[in-house]
């Protein structure tokens, strides 16, 4: 997404109703082209009313989120899936352009030793189900490399060019 955007932890963490209002506000004031919703919480998140409030302010967005510890893609791939398809009709519903972020796992997935063929198998199998879902939905699906302190799966930018190349999705 071209142009200058800012990640909604800006101003909060849980997307409600109240904290919409309150970030789209911001990001507007500081001229952002686009938002980065934190989708953590994906039941609160009223889409009708973000839809409305993004449009009302010319403003895009993204969505991004991290995979709760139950739905770690490296062991449980189903329940990654099942999770992501909910963050993608939530995505679209909103009107927002893509989902990305760690979606291949969680914040503190770490063994302390690289990531097995095993895991590797199991990420690119929920990301390739879950990048069809996203191309279904007219969402663009992403993966974000995140430094070996917060997972073991996906740290460079090589390592996450080679998952994209092994899921093998144009979007």
């Not at 979606?103 to 063929?117: A, D, M, Q, S």
């Not at 007219?138 to 390592?159: C, D, K, M, W």
Request: glycine share 8%; net charge negative.
């Amino acid at each position: 997404m071209k142009g200058f955007g800012v990640h909604t932890s800006m101003w909060t963490m849980e997307w409600t109703r109240e904290a919409a209002e309150k970030t789209v506000l911001a990001a507007v004031h500081y001229k952002m082209d686009f938002i980065e919703i934190a989708l953590l919480n994906i039941p609160i998140v009223d889409a009708d009313h973000t839809k409305s409030l993004l449009e009302k302010n010319n403003l895009r967005a993204i969505c991004s989120l991290g995979l709760p510890e139950e739905s770690w893609a490296s062991h449980n791939p189903e329940g990654a899936i099942s999770h992501l398809k909910a963050a993608i009709d939530k995505t679209a519903e909103m009107g927002c352009e893509a989902l990305s972020g760690v979606v291949y796992g969680g914040i503190g997935e770490r063994t302390g030793f690289p990531p097995t063929e095993k895991e590797l198998d199991n990420v690119a199998h929920a990301l390739s189900v879950s990048s069809k879902y996203a191309k279904s939905r007219g969402i663009l699906f992403g993966i974000e490399p995140v430094n070996r302190y917060e997972t073991h799966l996906i740290n460079t930018a090589s390592q996450g060019v080679s998952m994209i190349e092994k899921v093998g999705s144009e979007n």
